[in-house]
């Protein structure tokens, strides 16, 4: 059995930096990955999706160029140069991350599948087929998730897509059915909407997006709907099957009507499970939740000294720099021997749809059932001159403010570059910034941030 300081599971975006900064810290350290170096984030989630949908805003502009008084006269989308030009930018990331790894001392990576055999013991099967026995004092899980299929009547009878497998299916859909309405289902439904298939969304909560506002989840579906989308909330799908060659035919009930669609594809995005089975967790005594997550508590350590819990893995907001962050603090505790907690940290993230949902804080919906005294500003891009000059006048700016102390609260910017704009708001709420401190403060002109100034005016008494 060989012997290490620290064992990293997972090569996603919270193990590969740990399992480096680790070893370039002294410890001798073992990663294992069964599958790609980068997980999920480089191989199959933020890189190559938003990679399509820089070609999806191309083939959008183009389509639409009359608007900017220029005159294409033909255009070809062509999916599988999109999908190789994503290919090679995912293999960049890869092998980039990759050589990192590979040349960097006092690391050992480890090509294959890692078991539990005790608490500090673990088993992996290997690429080649061979069996490696390893050991450490610290082992660290990030083995991420993977998407959830739903318990839904024949859906095990046809060949559904995932966000894995759609990345690299080279037939544009004509008609594709997406089972989910959040972050996946609508970036990817108005990214193949663009590329010229029919898009329906199938959800079953109230409203797309269901944690957020519902103001901005009407907005959202609004824009959806005006770009060709057809969408179907308080969904309950009663039967999926295939009626013939190339055709799905699904069967649900939305908005106290009976339906019948039929599609040449389907994509389920109900959310994802976390990777935990492979890893044989009866053998230690790490618990798991019910939905099979690691139980870590605010310094990601599990119930058993030594072994901690990291990005998706682990529950919570799974988001990239979730994942990156979570390393960040474990560095702190492990190596530099300091306090650090997840506790209370900021959760900013970005839809990346067009135009952008940037969040950040509370929703007004929370600080409402928290009981808060909330004054709420919005702005919508119709009023902001950036907008106007360059033709991206859809969605608003959402600011929620605290009554008695001004102090930003949270935010939904739906806007062209929504995510930079909120993360000017992010660093200003952590800043301590008032809403009339923005609403003075000198933006250059004329940024999408410069319309803060007007955001906060709007809750001037
Ligand atoms: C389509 C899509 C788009 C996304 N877009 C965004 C975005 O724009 N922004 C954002 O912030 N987030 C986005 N996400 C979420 C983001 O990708 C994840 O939150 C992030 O990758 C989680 O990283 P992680 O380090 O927890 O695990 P992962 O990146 O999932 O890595 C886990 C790794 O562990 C390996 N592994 C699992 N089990 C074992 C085992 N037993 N032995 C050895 N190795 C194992 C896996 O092969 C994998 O490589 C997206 C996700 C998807 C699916
Ligand atoms: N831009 C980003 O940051 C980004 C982009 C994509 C994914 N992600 C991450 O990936 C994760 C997974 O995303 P997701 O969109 O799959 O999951 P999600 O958990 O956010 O949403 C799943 C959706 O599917 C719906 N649903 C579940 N079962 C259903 C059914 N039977 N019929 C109809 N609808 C059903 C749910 O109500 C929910 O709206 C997210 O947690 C997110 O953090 C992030």
Redesign the pocket.
């Known amino acids: 059995m060989k012997k290490f300081d620290a064992i990293v599971?997972?090569?996603?975006?919270?193990?590969t930096p740990l399992a480096k900064k680790l070893a370039k810290a002294g410890w001798n350290t073992a990663l294992?990955?069964?599958?790609?170096i980068g997980?999920?984030?480089v191989n199959?989630?933020?890189t190559p999706?938003?990679s399509m949908i820089a070609c999806a805003k191309t083939a959008y502009t183009i389509s639409h160029s009359q608007e900017w008084g220029i005159t294409v006269s033909d255009y070809k989308v062509n999916l599988e140069k999109i999908i190789e030009r994503k290919n090679e930018v995912v293999n960049s990331f890869r092998s980039g991350a990759e050589r990192g790894l590979q040349k960097t001392e006092g690391l050992t990576i480890l090509y294959g599948?890692?078991?539990f055999t005790g608490d500090k013991t673990l088993s992996v099967k290997l690429k080649d087929g061979s069996q490696e026995e390893i050991s450490a004092d610290y082992v660290l899980i990030?083995?991420?998730?993977l998407p959830k299929i739903p318990d839904i009547t024949g859906i095990d009878t046809i060949p559904y897509l995932t966000?894995t497998t759609l990345l690299d299916n080279k037939t544009l859909p004509s008609h594709l059915l997406i089972i989910g309405g959040s972050y996946?289902a609508l970036e990817f439904g108005q990214m193949f909407r663009r590329f010229g298939s029919q898009v329906t969304i199938i959800e079953t909560s109230s409203q797309l997006l269901s944690r957020e506002d519902d103001d901005v989840a009407a907005e959202v579906k609004k824009i959806l709907e005006a770009g060709g989308i057809t969408v179907h909330t308080s969904a309950n799908i009663k039967k999926i099957e295939q009626a013939g060659n190339d055709v799905i035919r699904m069967e649900l009930t939305s908005g106290g009507q009976s339906h019948i669609l039929t599609g040449s594809h389907l994509l389920v995005a109900t959310g994802r499970d976390p990777?935990t089975k492979?890893?044989q967790l009866d053998k230690t005594g790490v618990s798991t939740d019910d939905n099979g997550y690691i139980k870590v508590n605010d310094k990601l350590e599990t119930g058993v000294p030594g072994i901690y819990a990291f990005?998706?893995?682990k529950g919570g907001p799974?988001?990239?720099?979730i994942?990156y962050n979570d390393h960040l603090i474990l560095l702190k505790i492990l190596v530099d021997k300091k306090e650090a907690s997840i506790k209370d940290r900021p959760v900013p993230?970005c839809m990346?749809t067009d135009p952008q949902l940037g969040r950040i804080g509370l929703t007004e919906k929370e600080a409402r059932d928290k009981g808060l005294n909330i004054k709420v500003a919005c702005l919508s891009m119709e009023k902001v001159a950036r907008a106007i000059e360059t033709g991206h006048t859809q969605g608003f700016m959402k600011a929620i403010v605290d009554a008695g102390t001004d102090k930003i609260l949270g935010a939904a910017i739906l806007c062209e570059e929504g995510g930079d704009v909120m993360s000017v708001l992010q660093m200003a709420i952590m800043a301590g910034f008032t809403a009339t401190q923005l609403r003075e403060m000198v933006f250059a002109h004329p940024l999408y941030t410069e319309s803060l100034n007007n955001l906060f005016a709007t809750i001037v008494d």
Do not use: M
């Open positions: 599971i997972g090569s996603g975006q919270g193990g294992v990955e069964k599958r790609f997980g999920t984030c199959d989630g933020c999706t938003k599948e890692a078991a990030n083995t991420g998730a966000s996946i990777q492979a890893l990005g998706d893995v799974a988001f990239t720099h994942a993230y990346f």
